[in-house]
């Protein structure tokens, strides 16, 4: 691999670029937010088909996680981040020249599959490129450059969309998108096409298989995912219409309010890491913290559920900020699992995530339509049955159970 010597050389050629890719990734995931109400408009679509196609984008993302990671092993970061781009490039061209739901799914599918690795490239570029030393810093503001790709997609979306419209704007993120391939493609260091675990295809199938019967996988997996996926179903799309819908907001104020959402992502992962890291040293698990995170989730939720008299925009903040604690239910899964097995862990609660994201953001959506114009008790009452099921996962969670070593290194 040419890597470059120097910092700075580093940080623009082994770094920037992925980061970019990642920024777009998330700005496309919560654009739909901003220009629901104008795409809603002009293509008379109700609150059912503007959830199926805004989820199309977790399914084609959660379909193309497992091989991705083989992928990444094969043919290093560069060349697959660089190459997928290319159909979220064409995905956000098909979306901004749709003219009815099977054209906007297509694109919004397109979209989810092209930038499905634009974390994890990024993650496993940063474990090839720097030492490891370095490599908390680099993946904690990873993360943070996710955060900012949502709040571009928020309130500055809302004010392109007066001056040129949500086709157009779909339009300049496709042409961004290609260029960040270019980017990566020119820019990025040749990595080796060399498998990290030397395991052929076989072996990484069964170490996958391994992963999904195993007992401890299923006590984790289902809180991590359940409340992800409800936070990427109201992040990207319908913390937007509880907004208007039972807050009474106007656009710019909703506008508003999504910034904010994911103005509190952006320094809420990295606040959690730390808080996560303080608890440990005290002796306090991974497992413990993160049910207590998930509590916190949960107790926001109610507050939005409940209709305190709070302003809306501190309540949805509030469930932006919670929300980022429970990515440490990743970290507990792969606890029960050799290192080697660490890739396959994430990728299986990637998939159970997305693929739950996709089901949650479209059911909602589905939800809704059947309340006709009392959209504001839909709201509350869709909510409510959400956070149902994650009580239920939360106490699966944390029930006494009895002890099981988890796999044994190479077993």
Same mark, same amino acid.
Request: aromatic share 12%; glycine share 12%.
């Given at each position: 691999?040419?890597?470059?010597?120097?910092?700075?050389?580093?940080?623009?050629?082994?770094?920037?670029?992925?980061?970019?890719?990642?920024?777009?990734?998330?700005?496309? $995931?919560?654009?739909?937010?901003?220009?629901?109400?104008?795409?809603? $408009?002009?293509?008379?679509?109700?609150?059912?088909?503007?959830?199926?196609?805004?989820?199309?984008?977790?399914?084609?993302?959660?379909?193309?996680?497992?091989?991705?990671?083989?992928?990444?092993?094969?043919?290093?970061?560069?060349?697959?981040?660089?190459?997928?781009?290319?159909?979220?490039?064409?995905?956000?061209?098909?979306?901004?020249?749709?003219?009815?739901?099977?054209?906007?799914?297509?694109?919004?599918?397109?979209?989810? +599959?092209g930038v499905a690795a634009c974390l994890i490239a990024a993650i496993k570029a940063n474990t090839l490129y720097w030492p490891i030393g370095r490599l908390p810093l680099a993946n904690g503001t990873l993360l943070g450059f996710g955060g900012l790709g949502a709040a571009s997609a928020t309130l500055p979306v809302e004010l392109a969309l007066a001056a040129f419209g949500w086709r157009s704007v779909l339009g300049t993120m496709a042409a961004?998108?290609?260029?960040?391939?270019?980017?990566?493609?020119?820019?990025? %260091?040749?990595?080796?096409?060399?498998?990290?675990?030397?395991?052929?295809?076989?072996?990484?199938?069964?170490?996958?298989?391994?992963?999904?019967?195993?007992?401890? +996988?299923?006590?984790?997996?289902?809180?991590?995912?359940?409340?992800?996926?409800?936070?990427?179903?109201?992040?990207?799309? /319908?913390?937007? %219409?509880?907004?208007?819908?039972?807050?009474?907001?106007?656009?710019?104020?909703?506008?508003?309010?999504?910034?904010?959402?994911?103005?509190?992502?952006?320094?809420?992962?990295?606040?959690?890491?730390?808080?996560?890291?303080?608890?440990?040293?005290?002796?306090?698990?991974? $497992?413990?913290?993160?049910?207590?995170?998930?509590?916190?989730?949960?107790?926001?939720?109610?507050?939005?559920?409940?209709?305190? %008299?709070?302003?809306?925009?501190?309540?949805?903040?509030?469930?932006?900020?919670?929300?980022?604690?429970?990515?440490?239910?990743?970290?507990?899964?792969?606890?029960?699992?050799? %290192?080697?097995?660490?890739?396959?862990?994430?990728?299986?609660?990637?998939?159970?995530?997305?693929?739950?994201?996709?089901?949650?953001? /479209?059911?909602?959506?589905?939800?809704?339509?059947?309340?006709?114009?009392?959209?504001?008790?839909?709201?509350?009452?869709?909510? +409510?049955?959400?956070?149902?099921?994650?009580?239920?996962?939360?106490? /699966?969670?944390?029930?006494?159970?009895?002890?099981?070593?988890?796999?044994?290194?190479?077993?």
């Amino acid at each position: 691999m040419d890597v470059p010597v120097t910092f700075a050389g580093k940080v623009a050629r082994c770094y920037l670029p992925f980061a970019a890719g990642y920024f777009l990734s998330y700005a496309f $995931r919560v654009v739909n937010g901003a220009i629901a109400p104008d795409m809603t $408009r002009d293509l008379a679509l109700d609150p059912a088909a503007l959830g199926a196609v805004t989820s199309a984008y977790f399914a084609a993302f959660a379909a193309a996680q497992l091989p991705l990671g083989v992928a990444l092993d094969r043919w290093g970061p560069r060349r697959v981040e660089a190459f997928l781009l290319v159909f979220a490039a064409v995905g956000a061209l098909v979306f901004a020249t749709a003219e009815g739901i099977a054209q906007l799914a297509v694109g919004r599918g397109l979209i989810g +599959f092209g930038v499905a690795a634009c974390l994890i490239a990024a993650i496993k570029a940063n474990t090839l490129y720097w030492p490891i030393g370095r490599l908390p810093l680099a993946n904690g503001t990873l993360l943070g450059f996710g955060g900012l790709g949502a709040a571009s997609a928020t309130l500055p979306v809302e004010l392109a969309l007066a001056a040129f419209g949500w086709r157009s704007v779909l339009g300049t993120m496709a042409a961004l998108t290609l260029l960040i391939a270019a980017t990566i493609w020119m820019a990025a %260091p040749r990595a080796r096409p060399i498998s990290t675990t030397g395991e052929g295809l076989a072996q990484q199938a069964r170490g996958m298989a391994r992963v999904l019967v195993h007992r401890d +996988f299923w006590r984790v997996a289902p809180l991590t995912a359940v409340t992800h996926a409800v936070y990427l179903a109201y992040q990207s799309l /319908w913390a937007g %219409p509880w907004m208007r819908d039972v807050a009474g907001l106007d656009r710019l104020a909703v506008a508003e309010g999504l910034f904010l959402v994911t103005a509190t992502m952006a320094v809420g992962y990295p606040i959690f890491g730390v808080i996560a890291d303080r608890l440990a040293a005290r002796g306090i698990s991974t $497992r413990r913290a993160f049910a207590a995170f998930a509590a916190l989730f949960l107790a926001a939720q109610v507050s939005i559920a409940l209709g305190v %008299p709070v302003s809306a925009h501190w309540l949805w903040a509030g469930f932006g900020f919670a929300g980022c604690g429970c990515i440490l239910g990743y970290a507990v899964a792969t606890q029960s699992f050799p %290192p080697g097995l660490a890739g396959r862990v994430n990728a299986a609660v990637n998939v159970l995530t997305f693929a739950l994201a996709f089901v949650t953001q /479209w059911g909602i959506g589905w939800a809704l339509a059947g309340f006709g114009a009392a959209q504001d008790v839909g709201h509350s009452r869709v909510l +409510f049955a959400l956070l149902a099921a994650q009580i239920l996962c939360w106490i /699966w969670l944390v029930l006494p159970r009895g002890r099981r070593p988890g796999l044994a290194p190479g077993g």
